[in-house]
């Protein structure tokens, strides 16, 4: 059993995504973490918080846990269940948790439990800056086998941005081939300046125009940004600006149709 678990940075180190699903949206209690930002441990203070992280963690889920810690900001936290236990793979802000969060950890692995989502996602927001002072910088690829995002990118920038995105764009990865049941399209990350753009899309029966919208979209949250928040205080990424500005895009209808009409041949993309 694979629990993926994807928690993203938000502003002021977004990582705003367009996201194609087949699942239906869930709604999310809110709970507010207060907790200050860790600074940097030695290796080897690293190495004695993961253990002492691995213990708190088999204590609250009463199994086995093997816990590793890295830096990449793609996936902050993911576990998969094995006979054994977990084997969970967490950003290395989590060696600097506190209980509420190692507690949040714990239910979200044991039940999917999303007002835990949503202390961890809180957590992660706190702790952005020492996310991005981790990052590796990024190899840009914008040509593609069949499509040029720079080319795509400069076009949408000049006829509807006057030119004021500096964003860089790249061809993303597509990860390891696997039964999808949900697919990012797009995502913007605000530290890097960088729009990335899954691979899927570059292929011959995806039109130009969908990969223009998708591009459009992941502009838009750099002029826009994600710092608003809703009424009930959770994240509002696509604030109603957000969309009534995505409405204008030329052929916004006729791409979201076929994105619905597409989706599962996009699912089941299995890379070059």
Request: charged letters at 25%; aromatic letters at 6%.
């Amino acid at each position: 059993m694979q629990l993926s678990l994807d928690l993203r940075v938000p502003r002021a180190e977004p990582s705003a995504d367009r996201l194609a699903s087949v699942q239906p949206a869930t709604n999310e209690a809110t709970q507010t973490t207060e907790s200050a930002e860790p600074s940097a441990p030695s290796s080897r203070e690293l190495e004695h918080r993961r253990r002492q992280l691995t213990l708190e963690l088999r204590m609250h889920l009463g199994t086995n846990v093997a816990l590793v810690l890295h830096t990449n900001r793609q996936s902050m936290l993911s576990a998969e269940r094995t006979r054994l236990g977990f084997l969970v793979r967490a950003h290395r802000i989590f060696a600097a948790a506190p209980a509420d969060v190692i507690v949040a950890i714990a239910r979200l692995l044991d039940a999917n439990d999303r007002v835990a989502a949503n202390i961890i996602d809180r957590y992660i927001d706190a702790c952005s800056d020492t996310i991005a002072a981790h990052a590796r910088p990024s190899q840009i690829q914008a040509r593609g086998a069949f499509y040029d995002l720079q080319r795509i990118f400069d076009e949408l920038n000049a006829r509807y941005f006057s030119g004021a995105v500096n964003s860089r764009i790249t061809w993303g990865r597509a990860g390891k081939a696997r039964r999808r049941r949900s697919i990012k399209l797009g995502s913007y990350h605000a530290s890097e300046r960088l729009i990335r753009i899954h691979p899927a899309l570059d292929q011959a029966y995806v039109p130009s125009f969908f990969i223009a919208f998708v591009v459009f979209h992941e502009m838009l949250h750099e002029q826009l940004g994600t710092s608003e928040r809703s009424h009930d205080g959770r994240r509002c990424v696509h604030p109603p600006e957000f969309r009534a500005l995505e409405a204008r895009f030329p052929q916004a209808a006729e791409a979201l149709q076929w994105e619905h009409d597409n989706l599962n041949r996009l699912l089941r993309y299995k890379g070059p």
